[in-house]
């Protein structure tokens, strides 16, 4: 190969690399509210069985408190609400490789801020005590000689034992199911599940009228996005302050949760 040969190899090698350099840039600015406004359409990661959050319908659409804020923000940014069923596995990198917009019922943690980006938390999840309306429960210390039902090896598990005092009857299932039907049947004075398992207890129960006593431990619902996405993270937030203003985000709890929307647990 000459010297002149050598050069325009060189110059040809450079201008590729510069124009992969530049269409790199290019897409890591690409702008997430553009594609979703070009689109027409919104793609929410979803749980796609987690009642009262996210569950089949009689005509097999999703329903439930996500769909619900999915909703409000399709309808602020003008588009379509397409949710896409996703699963614990799967959902970071149906996120990071732009198969979805934006996923909901995603709990903040330091390790998935390093790869994602979080919204404002919007939905209160929650580990609670549950109890008849006519059993006084107000504390922990109010667990002591209660029987009180739990799943074993989770994180209400946990929760519970580090709270109850010694006196207190833990009697630990393998599964909620278990939990609930100790819970209902008498077998047990109270239970401990989180917020969305109470929910169902809570609304199926006229009879034992069962209430939230108290909680244990709290862990907001965060709307999760790709790092770098500033205008879709401001419109998610502005969506949800405003549903949070105008008692929209209320209405969604009482609804599927079964008890008002206490701000105190939108926060981490």
Known sequence: MNIKTAMKSTTFAMLMLGGA???????????????ITKAGVLNVGVFADF??????????????YDIDVAQYIADAL?????PVPITGQNRIPYLTEKRVDMLVSVGYSKERA???????AYAPYYIAVIGPAAMEVKDKEDLADKSIAVNRGTLEDTSLTEAAPKSADIKRFDNYNSVIQA??????????????????????????????????????????????????????????????????LNESSEMWLKTPLNPENLKD
């Open 21 to 35: 350099v530049l269409g790199f840039a290019s897409s890591a600015h690409a702008d997430a509210i553009d594609d």
């Open 51 to 64: 009642p009262p959050f996210s569950s089949a319908s009689a005509d097999m659409s999703l329903k439930g």
């Open 78 to 82: 003008k588009v379509k609400l397409v």
């Open 114 to 120: 390093e790869v994602i980006d979080f919204a404002a």
């Open 183 to 248: 819970f209902i049947s008498g077998q047990t004075d109270l239970m401990v599940v989180g917020n969305d398992v109470g929910a169902q207890v809570l609304a199926r129960q006229e009879a034992l009228k069962p209430e939230q006593k108290f909680q244990l431990l709290t862990s907001p619902s965060h709307i999760a996005l790709n790092k770098g996405e500033e205008r879709l993270k401001t419109a998610i937030n502005d969506a949800v302050a405003k549903m949070l203003a105008d008692g929209k």
